[in-house]
Each structure stands twice: as structure tokens, then as C-alpha cells.
């Protein structure tokens, strides 16, 4: 059986290394942590409390573990046994994150720490590195990445001393974690590739199987989805050798889980069957059994998932109430209340019935995020059968509770909710409270390292992008005021910051600021797609916002704007493509023209939405004339851009660099040579051709030279899959974050930024939405000013001359960046033969178009 249909992605803003030690749960999993199973006991106190702490511990009942290491602290306190009570409160603390208590965690941590620092003579090496290993995780999960680092550095020192090589182990790969958390991918790449070596010369062990796995889990949160199943497949291979079985089922499922964001199903399908059958563990067999459900719910083979029902519910039913089941019931139904009739596999009375119950256990386990999440899934159940007073209580609860645990990931779902029933009822007043207080859940999400349960299905497409998009509809009906117009326009921008930090796994524009003094001659323009309408706002500087709106279809607007792409072919109909440019046109600029809505503007500025973005907006024909004959064309994620200083036109300084000729499967690119050259004679570089193109001699040259203009003509592309967003170099491929990473690689200070980036041989991926994704976030996340790329792989002749007429504009006095581009495109259309806008409009200007 073979799927070929395209996976979902989810929102990974919690991915990271689960236990080295422990059994996988479906908690938050946070960085590599341990309970020791050598712990240090004072000979007239029974190691019971503790020993009974870390089997709780293990078998997910947090709360329970929590209240036996909180008696062992005060136990060892009243004896005066320091070292003992330090390492009963470092246990505590992991409880305590593990229930999300950041709060009393970072107070049990600290006081371990202080009560360590007081002993005479001083703790032995391996105390001191559990608890700081403890400490690291929980300043990782705050986002203090830096000092999480230097306490995993001391950690791997200790367990250095100590001779405990799994810890040592451990503790590396956290510190990778936080090099790439602070944005070092290249260094954390390093780390991590550095301790593949090491772990694969080691003789096959527990040690091994276990850093294998998670390296292998390491790399998968970094978004090297490959890498991590090689690592992964060479632990599972290792265990098998020396017959590690408890470790099988673990490994399994998380190659699984990797095949899945590879979107391989039917490795997915393999690998969760194997580690169904090879487990033994009542609680391993039911996360296999939940990860095949979830697989054939994705995958839309509701005929695969229904005969899992009946097995999962009494699987569900025999489990010992913890942490653990509680979740799994959770998981249970948020997987069917994806779907739109859930009945088809299990009647609503019975998953309510399991929200019941797992309430009343949340509440009885004192684990009130259970709690609120089964209620937010309760009250979802409640709405599908109309009974929306019921499902309002429900989200009204579940909203409290997460307001006074502050767990944004839990407002988010519960307000829209409650926003959704104040929708149906015709409240639009205290549906916009409610969708609003959702928003600004999902902005605070935005630097939470760890904040959100990927378990818990939480989905960009399903769960973040519906909350903007309805909220921005409920502001643009009806006749918006200025104030909602804005409310609107912030939130469009918002929503592409979210794109991309979803895109990113990460929060990547926290450094990004509003422009001081816009441009006066250039026109924001913020087309949004609605499921019936399109609507447009334009923001000029020192003018009230302006509103436009065409009453079509989203999916009629889709489709006009697919055979538009289409069209661009040079083999299809240039006639039907004029006809649909125009539709399009009138849609987004004819109305504003009418309305003499760019008298003085001089620059189109766009920030796209959805299909439009794999559109040319240069392209669009107004029955005489393309846009780019009546105005400069720019594209930007949002206005939240750094602010630009102008090029110093007689002051260019660039690197310049390609590969013409074939290379790792490739083709070769023969204009490359001659447009690297063209360009190296028309303004000052230094240039990197073919064999002197790596990555390595790319890096050294940004570092040391104060060019203001990279210029890289290679085969790349873009994609809404970050593992599939990569530049070609002579040895191999540079993925984005590497780019961005090694074009950053002069320091943070302004003065020193790359002024352009021209991508001038890239494509993206076709037929994908949010491709363009992988650009803008290029754009944002490599500090430079200013992106050229290309849509589509443009002839590379007609690449060379339009690039070389660039740079020859872009040296005229007081000329625009989008300016240049223009009259390039100009000069392709009307004196040479790539008249047709295929050869000339896919090149596009993202970020600062001065």
C-alpha cells in the first residue's frame, strides 16, 4: 500500500532531545536529562523515597514524583544530609518541568545549586554534572540559550572527571542544541557531525545505541531530517547487534516520526508496525499503535484507522492512570476531532465519555495542563453536534485554567474556540476579543523554545494560520474603520513572520524593527485572501489606509491565479495568459488606479499571501502594458524589516561567485561563467568560480572582505521544506540556515550587513505555496538588506544579460535597488528577444527596495 499524498506539517516549536536515559514519553521533550540510577545515599536513611521518585518519574507520573522528592528533600534537610537534599531537589526540578512549573523548578534548581556550593568537602564530579545538566535544560526552555550552553560546558567537564561517558555524551549534544538555538547551525553541525564520529568508532553498547538515538533526534530538530534517520538507522542497527531491546521500540518510533516529516509513509508504516510488535511495554504498544492511527488519519486511509479504534480505547481503558495515559487519550481525540465527521470511527458519546474521564484523572493527578487540554477537546465535541452552550463551558474553562498557568499554547486553541462559538451566534464584538487575546497567545509562542506538545497535534496549516485569516475576515466585514484596517494590516504581517518562523523552527525575526521613515514614493500593498473575497489594503506614508474588495471564491481565485502560473510557460497560449493577467490585474491594482491611489508612487511594494506569492507581480498586464513599465515591483514578508541605508552606487564592492559547470547530479549552467565575469569587469570584485566556489572559501571571503554585494549564481532551490531550501557550492549543498548563518558571519553590527544578495540560477519548488517561504526567509534571516532571486530557472543567456544591465543601472546616481531591476526588465522586454515575461519576471526584489 503506497499513500503519495502530501503530508501535513506541524508546528515544531517544541522539537528536542527526549532522555538518554529515560523511556520515550509523549511529554514536551526538552533537552538530553537523567535520573540517575546511582544516587548517592546517606547510610541511615532507606534509599526508598528516591528509588520510588525516579519509577514515578519513568512512568510518567510527574505529579506523583513531584510529592516523593519534596518529602526526601525536607527528609535529608532535617538530617543535615546536603548532598543528598541537593540531589532530591535537582530530581524535583525535572518533575517540575515536566508539569510545566517553570517557576518552583528554577527555585529547586537554584537551591540545589547553592546547597552544592556550601559543601565541605566538595561533591562528587557526577553530582555536580546531573544537576547542572538539570539546570541547562531548564535555562534552555526559558531562552537563556547562552548561559544553558556554559552550564552543559561545566556539565560535560564533570562527567569528563567522573569517567561517564553517556553524560559526557549528553551534555555535547545539548550544547549543540543551544549553538543552534542562538542561531550558530554551522558550529551545532559541527558539534553534532563531530560526535557521529565519535559514537560510530565506538564498539557497539547501550552507550552507543543510546547517543546514537538521540543524535539521531538532535538532528531531526534542527530540521536535518536525513541525517537524523542515517543516525537513527545506525543505532537501530547497533541495538539489534547486541540484542538492546528496550531501546528497539524507542529508536523505531522515531524513525517512524522521521519518515513521516521526510514524507516517506510507508517507511512511517513499517517502522510503527515493527515497533508495535518488537514491544513488550503495555505503554510502548500504545504509543505505536497511536503514532499508526495518527499516520492513516493524516494519509486520509480512515479504512487503516478504524480497526485501531476499538484497540486504542481499551488499551486506554487498562493503562494505570499517569502523566503518560492521560496524554494519550488527549492525543486520541485531538487526532480524530481533525477530521470532519469523527463518528465514521468512534461515536462522539464515547470519545466525550474519554474527555470526561480524563479530566476528572487530570484533576485527581493535580495536572492541570491535562486538564485544560481535555477540556479544549471536550468542548470541540460539544460544537460538532451543535450544542454550543456546553462546548462554550468547556472552552471557557479550558481557557481559565490556561491563563493561570500562562500556557499560551493552550490559549490559543481554547480563545479561538470561544471565539468560533461567538462567531456562530453573530457576537462579532466578543468574537474579535476572543480571536484576539488567540493572536497574541500565538505571538508570545513565537520565542518559546519548548512551549508546545507536537503530540497534541499542534498544526501550522490547522491551527495557527485559521486564527489570523478568520480574525483578519471579522475585521474587514462589513465596512472596516481605520482602526480595524490596521488591526487588519499588523496582522498579515504577523501571520508571514509566523510562516516563517514555522518554516524556521524557530523565532527568526525578534530582531527585526519597524522602518523608521518609509519611503514616500513607494505603496504597500497587502492583498488577502479570504475564503470569499479577496481584499486589499494600501498603506502610503501619511495617508489613510485604503480598502478594496472583490467578491470571488477562494478557490476561484486560486484557480485563476494557477492557470496564470501555468501560463507563463513559454509553450502556452501568450493570448489566454494576457486574458488571465488582466483578470488579475483588475483585482488587485485596477480599482486603486481608478481611485488615483498611486498618484506619486514610484514603488509597489507587496506583501503576498498564499498562491499570490508564486506569482511575478512585475508580470501583471494591463491590456498595454506590463506593471513594471508604470512602477518599480518589490516584495516583502512585512514592513518589520531593518532599516535600510541607500548602496553607495560608486562605492560597490562585490563577491561574485558560480559554478558553470555540471556538478552532484546537476546541470551545467554555461552563461554563468560569462555573467560571473560581466559582472567582476562592471563593478569591483572578487570572484569564486567553480573549483574555488566551496563553501569554506565562500565563508572566509565574507568574513574578510567588507563587500557590500554577494552575488551567487548556482543552481538552488526554494521550498516550503526546509530540508529541501538549499544553494549548490562545488562540494556539496549549503542549506538556508547555513547561508544565512555564514552571510551574517561579520557580527551583528549594521554598518556591516550585506547590502544584496542576488540568487541569480535558483528555483522554487513548483506547484508549492509557500515556497517562497524559503526566499523571504532567506532574505530576513541572512541580514541582508535586500534578496534577487528567481521564481523559476530562467534561461541562463538571458540570466547573464538581465543581471549584467542591473548592475550597470545600479550604478547610476541616486537609483533604487527595485529601480535597477526595473529598467533591466525594461530593457530585456523592449530591445532584445526575451521579450516574454518568462525569461524576465521571475526575477524578484525581497526586502528593502531603496
Not at 545539548?174 to 559514537?199: D, I, M, V
Not at 520565542?447 to 471579522?474: C, H, K, M, T, W
Not at 491565479?561 to 513559454?570: A, E, M, Q, R, S
Not at 498618484?599 to 506569492?613: E, I, N, P, Q, S
Request: proline residues 4%; glycine residues 4%; contains cysteine.
Amino acid at each position: 500500500m503506497t499513500f503519495f499524498i502530501t503530508q501535513r506539517r506541524y508546528l515544531y516549536i517544541s522539537l528536542s532531545i527526549l532522555s538518554l536515559c529515560l523511556a520515550v514519553t509523549i511529554t514536551p521533550a526538552r533537552a538530553s536529562v537523567e535520573v540517575s540510577t546511582n544516587p548517592i545515599f546517606n547510610a541511615s536513611t532507606s534509599p526508598n523515597q528516591l528509588e520510588e521518585g525516579r519509577n514515578l518519574y519513568r512512568s510518567g507520573q510527574f505529579t506523583e514524583a513531584v510529592k516523593v522528592w519534596q518529602t526526601a528533600a525536607q527528609q535529608y534537610h532535617t538530617q543535615g544530609d546536603r548532598l543528598n537534599e541537593a540531589l532530591s531537589l535537582s530530581y524535583l526540578s525535572l518533575a517540575q518541568q515536566e508539569l510545566n512549573q517553570w517557576t518552583v523548578a528554577s527555585q529547586s534548581i537554584e537551591q540545589s545549586v547553592k546547597l552544592l556550593q556550601t559543601l565541605s568537602p566538595p561533591a562528587d564530579a557526577i553530582v555536580w554534572a546531573q544537576i547542572l545538566n538539570t539546570r541547562g535544560n531548564l535555562q534552555l526552555h526559558t531562552g537563556k540559550a547562552e548561559v544553558a550552553l556554559e552550564s552543559w560546558q561545566q556539565a560535560q567537564k564533570f562527567y569528563e572527571q567522573a569517567g561517564d561517558q553517556m553524560g559526557n555524551l549528553g551534555s555535547q549534544i545539548n550544547q549543540a542544541q543551544a549553538l543552534q538555538s542562538l542561531g550558530f547551525y554551522r558550529r551545532s553541525k559541527q558539534q553534532l557531525e563531530a560526535l557521529t564520529q565519535k559514537l560510530s568508532a565506538m564498539p557497539d553498547s547501550e552507550v552507543k545505541v543510546s547517543g546514537l538515538r538521540s543524535l539521531g533526534l538532535a538532528l531531526q530538530m534542527i530540521g536535518d531530517s536525513g541525517k537524523s534517520q542515517q543516525i537513527l538507522e545506525q543505532s537501530l542497527a547497533a541495538a539489534n547487534k547486541i540484542g538492546a531491546t528496550p531501546h528497539l521500540s524507542s529508536i523505531l518510533l522515531n524513525l517512524g516520526k522521521t519518515a513521516v516529516d521526510l514524507q516517506d509513509p510507508d517507511a512511517a508504516l513499517d517502522y510503527f508496525e515493527q515497533a508495535q510488535k518488537i514491544t513488550a511495554n503495555p505503554g510502548d504498544q500504545l504509543q505505536a499503535r497511536l503514532a499508526l492511527f495518527k499516520l492513516f488519519i493524516d494519509y486520509d486511509k480512515l479504512e487503516l484507522a478504524a480497526p485501531l479504534a476499538p484497540q486504542i480505547q481499551q488499551q486506554l481503558a487498562e493503562l494505570p492512570t499517569s502523566h503518560t495515559s492521560l496524554y494519550a487519550a488527549i492525543n486520541f481525540v485531538a487526532t480524530l476531532n481533525r477530521l470532519e465527521n469523527p463518528q465514521q470511527i468512534v461515536p462522539l458519546k464515547d470519545l466525550g465519555q474519554l474527555m470526561a474521564v480524563t479530566v476528572k484523572s487530570a484533576q485527581q493527578l493535580q495536572d492541570t495542563q491535562a486538564e485544560a487540554y481535555a477540556l479544549h477537546q471536550w468542548g470541540k465535541l460539544y460544537s460538532r453536534t451543535q450544542q454550543l452552550a456546553q462546548s462554550q463551558e468547556l472552552a471557557q474553562k479550558s481557557l481559565n485554567i490556561a491563563r493561570q498557568l500562562e500556557a499560551e499554547d493552550i490559549i490559543a486553541q481554547s480563545a479561538w474556540q470561544v471565539g468560533k462559538l461567538y462567531k456562530q451566534q453573530g457576537d462579532r464584538p466578543k468574537a474579535i476579543k476572543a480571536y484576539s487575546e488567540a493572536v497574541k497567545a500565538l505571538k508570545a509562542l513565537r520565542s518559546d523554545l519548548v512551549a508546545i506538545n507536537p503530540d497534541v497535534q499542534f498544526s501550522f496549516r490547522e491551527s495557527v494560520e485559521p486564527v489570523y485569516r478568520e480574525l483578519v475576515g471579522l475585521l474587514l466585514d462589513e465596512q472596516p474603520t481605520q482602526t480595524e484596517l490596521m488591526q487588519a494590516r499588523e496582522l498579515i504581517e504577523s501571520l508571514q513572520i509566523a510562516e516563517l518562523d514555522n518554516f524556521f523552527r524557530e523565532a527568526c525575526l525578534d530582531r527585526a524593527k519597524q522602518i523608521d521613515q518609509v519611503d514616500p514614493t513607494a505603496t504597500v500593498v497587502y492583498p488577502i485572501i479570504l475564503p470569499d473575497r479577496l481584499a486589499v489594503i494600501l498603506s502610503k506614508t501619511g495617508q489613510p489606509l485604503r480598502y478594496y474588495v472583490t467578491h470571488k471564491s477562494q478557490a476561484e481565485i486560486e484557480h485563476t491565479l494557477d492557470k496564470l502560473l501555468v501560463g507563463f510557460n513559454p509553450v502556452s497560449d501568450s493570448k489566454e495568459r494576457d486574458r488571465v493577467s488582466q483578470q488579475i490585474y483588475d483585482w488587485l491594482i485596477r480599482p486603486a488606479e481608478a481611485d488615483q491611489a498611486f498618484k506619486d508612487t514610484k514603488t509597489l511594494v507587496f506583501v503576498l499571501d498564499g498562491h499570490l506569492r508564486n506569482i511575478p507581480m512585475a508580470a501583471l498586464y494591463d491590456g498595454k502594458q506590463y506593471l513594471i513599465e508604470k512602477y518599480a515591483v518589490a516584495l516583502s514578508p512585512g514592513m518589520q524589516l531593518i532599516a535600510a541605508r541607500s548602496l553607495q552606487q560608486n562605492h560597490i564592492d562585490a563577491i561574485v561567485g558560480g559554478i558553470s559547470e555540471s556538478r552532484s547530479g546537476f546541470s551545467a549552467l554555461p552563461a554563468v561563467e560569462s555573467e560571473v565575469r560581466q559582472i567582476s569587469k562592471t563593478v569591483p570584485s572578487s570572484m569564486l568560480l567553480n573549483q574555488q566556489f566551496t563553501g569554506q572559501a565562500l565563508a572566509d571571503r565574507v568574513k574578510s572582505s567588507s563587500a557590500d554585494v554577494v552575488h551567487l549564481a548556482t543552481h538552488g532551490q526554494f521550498s516550503s521544506r526546509l530540508e529541501d531550501t538549499f544553494l549548490l557550492t562545488w562540494d556539496g549543498e549549503v542549506n538556508v540556515r547555513e547561508l544565512s548563518e555564514l552571510l551574517k558571519n561579520r557580527g551583528n553590527e549594521p554598518s556591516k550587513a550585506i547590502e544584496l544578495l542576488v540568487l541569480s540560477a535558483c528555483d522554487t519548488a513548483t506547484g508549492d505555496d509557500r515556497a517562497v517561504l524559503g526566499l523571504a526567509g532567506l532574505a530576513v534571516k541572512s541580514g541582508a538588506r535586500s534578496t534577487i532571486a528567481t521564481l523559476w530557472p530562467v534561461k541562463d543567456k538571458a540570466a547573464a544579460m538581465l543581471m549584467t544591465r542591473f548592475y550597470d543601472q545600479l550604478r547610476q546616481p541616486n537609483i533604487t535597488k527595485a529601480e535597477a531591476l526595473r529598467q533591466a526588465q525594461i530593457n530585456l522586454i523592449r530591445q532584445t528577444d526575451f521579450v516574454d515575461p518568462f525569461f524576465w519576471s521571475a526575477f524578484v526584489l525581497v526586502g528593502s527596495w531603496q
